[in-house]
């Protein structure tokens, strides 16, 4: 449904800037008389920022920018971080009194005279020059801020952001604000590696000369200093693009009046914790889903009044949008307190589909069928929904950003939807768990508890009244189990809860999640790499794709590879990608420890590093092809030169990749090709 087209939703929206902008008028001219009290600044704040989230929504971005300086303004007054004054007042009551007239305006074209009246505020607060007296140069639209030399203080040069990120044109580069962040994070691994090393010196001269161990004491010191002030830059660097909640919900009010009176129902909406602090990215990516999902929870979930009535309930039903920061997640939840879902329609509509057969299905299969996208119990979708996109949507968002979602209902009490999500898109909070002699990272968005292992053998564990089935992680990695499992962690997706057992859990850390290289990229299972302290590095998996995965009955014969690097992370990452594609993976650090795993092992390819400690990659083929002459080996290199590249081929190669080879997942299709794999059997 477009909400800007529907002539109703305009009907409201127009009287919505009329009382809003009358109020912001008034408190525009009070502060041309006397200073406005701090209940009235918020109000005012409220006013203006309601106004901006509407016109966003409504397709008057120009309306929605001046909006947006009066919110900041009122939110500065509000902060004591702006004077009130006669001039500021005026300023202000002249952007206040050209919203009514720019919603025709814009319509058409351009709102001049609103933007002449923003700039002329932005003149009076100092973030815009005094115009030219020329009156050609006065025709001309003004020039956006550039964010220059002079925003020397922090402050400032926050502020500038503000105006920069928020406008129609983007004029800081913001992927190097999340580099900053990036950076940032790193920076603080190393630190914690150095308490780390401290510590063990310490621990080490204690039992040494009285001197030795002042001294360590002294470089503990200054490192925990280190560390907390690396820290507080994080913190700096993640309030950089972080915006308050309500840039989503603030909508919500007008979108839950104009259902209830398209849907004739009578729905209080109540938003709790639209003031919780999250990353800018994030909220434009949950605009959209939180949306269907009020909408589904005012449409399906809401009844009517009379059927309340005749159900013992209050006419008025209940929508709550709730937004919390837990332990460094978002928890967002939409509940009703509406009729609860119909399982049973659930159910019919599922073998109308094909999806089941005549057998009564598990609840949990039933709640699987709710995320698929098309997938409704409406009869026909109307101009509100009903085309089932709601719940998918929502889903699709948890895990491309490798999330958890889950559903709670009970019938004729209501429903609740709550997505589990990381605070930012640039900083995660990931379990390092170990598994197949390896460490790797899960997002504790995703992860429901870890459950200990009772016993030798382990292949389902009781998780909230229900026996889920466990898959070892180091099999769908493609790994050999080397420790028995100690923990199993469970993940909830929108094919249900799922549990994998591993060797032990690591604990939390918070990490900077990079993207892999086109080389091994498109691997269901790495969502990324994360840089630990002291320059070690791990796999990020992809919840989504190990659910997936760990669904699918296991292959009876997977190709056996011997890959070979002398580091310990990029032989983590090769294995964890050419597993998920099919292979079972050997890891061997350097060229003795690669030949003496040939011998005592049989492989169905290769692939090797060019450059390494001792005997290069080159000088490894040639001593393999005097015993295998015809196993496959692919050579991977970042470095060499085509003359390095001609000297691997005249060894024998049979596939050279370098970094200027940017096909996804080359890697796994070269080896493919190479085995004459079909993609069957290269699915595990």
Known sequence: MDFAESAELQEIFREEVAVRSAALIQGAQTMQDRLLEPAEVSDRKRDAHTIKGNALVMGYPHMADGAKLLERLFREVEDGNRAQDTELGEAIEGVATQFEDALDAELEGYPEELMTAVNRLR?????????????????????????????????????????????????????????????????????????????????????????????????????????????????????????????????????????????????????????????????????????????????????????????????????????????????????????????????????????????????????RMLFMTGFTTVGSPDDVSGDGTGLAMAAELVEALNGGIAVGTASGRGTTVRMTLPSSLALQEVLVVEAGGQQWGIPVAAVDSTVVVVGDSLDGVRYQDTRVPVASLAAVLGLAEIAQAGKVIVITSRTGVHAFSVATVVGRRQVAVKALGPMLGGSP?????????????????????????????????????????????????????????????????????????????????????????????????????????????????????????SAAYAAGVNAYLDKSDFREGVLAITLKSLLGMTESKATP
């Open 123 to 367: 003149v009076v607060i100092g973030e815009l020059d005094a115009p030219s007296p020329d009156p050609v140069a006065e025709s001309r639209p003004s020039t956006p801020l550039e964010v220059g030399s002079a925003a020397e203080n922090l402050g400032g040069l926050m502020n500038e952001l503000e105006l920069v990120l928020g406008g129609d044109s983007t004029r800081v580069e913001t992927s190097r604000m999340y580099q900053l962040i990036n950076r940032a994070v790193e920076l603080r691994l190393d630190a914690e590696a150095m308490s780390e090393a401290a510590g063990a010196l310490h621990r080490e001269v204690e039992r040494g000369a009285s001197g030795a161990a002042a001294a360590s004491v002294r470089l503990g010191f200054a490192v925990d200093r280190f560390h907390e002030s690396v820290l507080q830059l994080q913190e700096e660097a993640l309030r950089l693009p972080s915006v308050q909640f309500d840039e989503v919900t603030s909508t919500f009010d007008q979108l839950v009046r104009f259902l209830a009176r398209r849907l004739n129902k009578d729905v209080r909406l109540r938003v709790v914790g639209d003031d919780v602090a999250v990353d800018r990215q994030l909220v434009d990516r949950l605009r959209e889903p939180l949306r269907h999902l009020v909408v589904n929870a005012v449409h399906h979930g809401i009844e009517s009044a009379a059927e309340r009535v005749n159900a013992s309930k209050p006419p008025t039903g209940s929508v709550v949008v709730e937004v919390a920061a837990v332990e460094r997640q978002l928890q967002v939840s939409v509940t009703d307190d509406g009729r609860g879902i119909d399982w049973e329609a659930v159910a019919e509509v599922a073998r109308t589909k094909g999806l089941i057969g005549p057998e009564r299905p598990s609840k949990t299969a039933l709640q």
């Open 525 to 645: 299972l790495i969502a990324g790499v994360a840089v630990l302290g002291g320059g070690t590095f791990i796999g990020i998996l992809e919840p989504r794709g190990l659910t997936s995965v760990a669904t699918k009955p296991p292959s009876s014969a997977r190709p056996r590879l011997l890959v070979v690097d002398d580091s310990r992370g990029v032989r983590q990452l090769v294995a964890a990608t050419l597993g998920s594609a099919g292979f079972e993976v050997v890891p061997a650090s350097d060229a003795a420890e690669a030949v003496k795993a040939l011998e005592h092992g049989t492989f169905d390819a290769v692939v090797c590093d060019f450059s390494m400690p001792g005997p290069n990659g080159v000088e490894l083929v040639k001593l393999m092809r005097k015993r295998l002459p015809s196993i496959p080996v692919v050579m991977v290199s970042a470095v060499a030169s085509p003359e390095d590249q």
